[in-house]
């Protein structure tokens, strides 16, 4: 017989023989004893009785003692195993819910470990109260709780779905604690007994569960992920993607590759930006929209950057050795990054390993970056910019840096995203953008270069508005050190310039 059955069986044993209900029966016990036995029988009856009534905790506990007692006994181990079989055997379906909940540390740290733990009960009690009375609902880390629904016929994807909303409006209902009101988030993982062979142990159901968790977890405080085969392929994917990247790391398969910044009135050469590329042994040239996230989970962005500002520099010097003139190069750095402490110093100390004048470096933060920016990344840049590097906004229009942000930051270039670029030659709207952006470069003396530009209209519309710098595939597309070389060589050797540069 099944582990939780054996169980309900002895709760419904107590349950009929335990409790005030009982003393109905008995004066007609007693009379039975006495009719069958005589007095005899009815003395023994009558001593037996309370304390065969004792011994199975007859008094003193009520049914609800009973309940919470047959419940706090069950583990998610039985639950889980019993579940399944029972679904099996029955065609049915069962269902884990694996919630990860955000904001207990909050309370604990402003209101005491208490309160901590009295808001850890009360979701425990809103998700229970949310389920039926036959599932079940287990805290098993300080903030990931298991619920199991029991085996029905009626647990299909949409309904899974809705119990989601129903868990999540459960846990992320203010709570009232200590007079103060808190919030929580929580990211769900759900596992379908639908989506399993017949043989899955509960072991695999649970963790398969886990791992869908994982996956809404990382894609916001308060999303939910379904299990599928799909969803376990992909971030087997991407764990075997981090762990590529982390050899490609050592082994020097992280390239940068660079493409020129021009002067949209002469086309002279005005710097070089670093974009990584994975030089793949067997895929060759991979972009960063294929690595950077796997990068930033696997904790690694500051060896890119350090990976990264190491190449762009040395390619930097050995331009300057080959007598080709690239006044700057440009550098990425993310917000990871900008929070380390001893990022000045390092950058500082490459500059002078190679004999290099920091005004010879910029420093790129990504618009987004900047509206967020705190103490730390503050400080960084403001002693970036003290050694003499420029430091430019990057993809500007995309985010929401304010004015205030602009003027706060010691920013010198804004790189105004292809997003306003792209079709600011046919279309108006477009260009009333691109001018109203550079009529506020201009108001705070910052200067303007446009990424992304691909057509000569487009830069046409750029000469006649006064943006300075632009770069994109109408002048080059990224690339290698080596390749990068030979490019300005060419250029630089030619005895005229190419005709859009020469556009008037």
Known sequence: MRTIEIKQARHQLRHVLAGTHMLAFLPALCLAAYWTGGEIVLVAFALFVPLFYAAIGGFGRSLQDTDMASVAVLTPADVSQDFLEIARHNGQTTACFQLGVTGFEDVSRTLGDEAGREARALVKERLQSALRSGDHVFQIEDNRFLAFVSPGFRLKLDGLLDLSKRLRSAVEEPLSLSGTTQFLSVAIGVASSLNFARNTTAETWIASAAQALAEAASNGPSATRVWSDKLSQNRQARRALREDLSRALENGEIQ????????????????????????????????????????????????????????????????????????????????????????????????????????????????????????????????????????????????????????????????????????ADTQMDQKRMLHAVLAMSEQLKLETLAEGVEHVGEHGVLRDAGCQYAQGYLFARPMSVTDCEDWLRAEQHKETAPQIRRIQ
């Open 256 to 423: 940068a590759y660079f493409q020129p910044q021009v002067s949209v009135r002469t086309g002279e050469i005005v710097g070089m930006e670093a974009l990584a590329r994975w030089d793949h042994p067997k895929r060759g040239c991979v972009g960063p929209s294929e690595f950077l996230r796997a990068i930033q989970d696997s904790g690694q962005m500051e060896v890119l950057g350090k990976t990264m500002l190491a190449q762009s520099l040395s390619a930097l010097r050995r331009w300057d050795d080959a007598g080709a003139h690239v006044p700057t190069v440009s550098v990425n750095y993310s917000d990871i990054e900008l929070r380390n402490p001893n990022l000045p110093d390092h950058i500082k100390w490459e500059l002078d390993r190679l004999d290099l004048p920091s005004n010879r470096l910029a420093i790129e933060v990504l618009e987004s970056v900047a509206s967020a920016a705190d103490d730390i990344i503050h400080r960084n840049l403001e002693r970036i910019a003290t050694l003499g590097c420029r430091i430019d906004l990057d993809d500007f229009g995309t985010g929401n840096a304010s004015v205030t942000a602009l003027r706060h930051l010691p920013i010198k270039w804004i790189k105004i995203d292809q997003s306003i670029i792209k079709d």
